[in-house]
């Protein structure tokens, strides 16, 4: 049966500095770490779009590296398809999850091309047989809206808009069911965010991919997400349905947050 939450973030802490010994505790030293994602909880539904919204700093970046397990947890639970993941453990379920970075130009093999970079993971991982490798890199860009003589391009030769793509067509590959990703379109201009944003869309329409984004934009939450939780200082201080924290917000820090936004988008 279809899990109708494909991931519960339960209690979430995340803290960082050396963590206190059992002597310090003994001595009673007091614990200096700094909490940046403090007791934060919400759920994503299977085959829905969840916005994350906050100013830098608010501890977003960490809650997602600890979701894809890139990140110790202190205290909560991330729980995938109702199994609790540990840190670290890369298993099938894990692979189902696959993330999108803010930054294409550092997350693409400088040496391969595009098609290499898709076909490597499609070999590695066997998720095709190897004499089905083309059709698959063909169909995966087209998923991507890029052509297919792009397979013979290296990320040189690509403008920051069509690296996000071949990044967003490697992730894809791993036939995910949730795709995570931290400030997709931040590095690209605007014109080019509206493009990946419309490929994020489009592939969840026709293939009922869950997202979860992480963004300062809310243009991109209103364009793409059904739900919110938005983080302030690594608390998540309001969570809901984007309809109603756009015409309603119930928080105050949300409030200065959508005040703001006309400095925020375009
Ligand atoms: N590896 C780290 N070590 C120490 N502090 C960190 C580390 N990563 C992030 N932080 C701090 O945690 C807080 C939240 O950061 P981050 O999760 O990157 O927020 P966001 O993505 O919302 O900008 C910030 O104050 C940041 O300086
Ligand atoms: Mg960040």
Request: glycine share 6%; charged share 25%.
């Amino acid at each position: 049966m279809l899990n109708p939450l494909i991931l519960r973030i339960e209690n979430l802490v995340i803290k960082y500095g050396d963590k206190p010994t059992l002597l310090d505790r003994l001595r009673h030293k007091p614990d200096t770490r700094f909490t940046a994602v403090d007791h934060v909880s919400f759920d994503v539904p299977t085959g829905g779009s969840v916005g994350i919204v906050g100013e830098s700093g608010s501890g977003k970046s960490s809650l997602l590296r600890a979701i894809m397990g890139l990140n110790p947890i202190d205290s909560g639970n991330v729980r995938y398809q109702g199994t609790i993941l540990n840190m670290g453990a890369y298993s099938d379920l894990r692979k189902s999850m696959q993330m999108v970075f803010q930054d294409p130009g550092t997350a693409l093999d400088p040496m391969m091309t595009a098609g290499q970079t898709i076909a490597e993971v499609l070999r590695v991982h066997r998720i095709v047989d190897a004499d089905a490798i083309p059709d698959r890199v063909n169909e995966l860009l087209d998923m991507v809206a890029m052509p297919h003589d792009t397979a013979d391009a290296y990320p040189k030769d690509l403008s920051g808009g069509q690296k996000q793509r071949i990044a967003i067509a490697r992730a894809l590959a791993f036939n995910p069911k949730l795709l995570v990703a931290d400030e997709p379109t931040s590095a690209l201009d605007v014109v080019v965010q509206a493009q990946i944003l419309d490929v994020l869309k489009d592939l969840r329409a026709r293939t009922g991919l869950t997202i979860l984004t992480v963004t300062h934009n809310l243009d991109l939450v209103r364009y793409l997400c059904d739900s919110a939780v938005v983080m302030h200082n690594g608390k998540l201080v309001e969570s809901g349905p984007v309809s109603e924290m756009f015409s309603h917000p119930r928080n105050d820090y949300t409030r200065e947050l959508l005040a703001a936004a006309p400095k925020l988008a375009r």
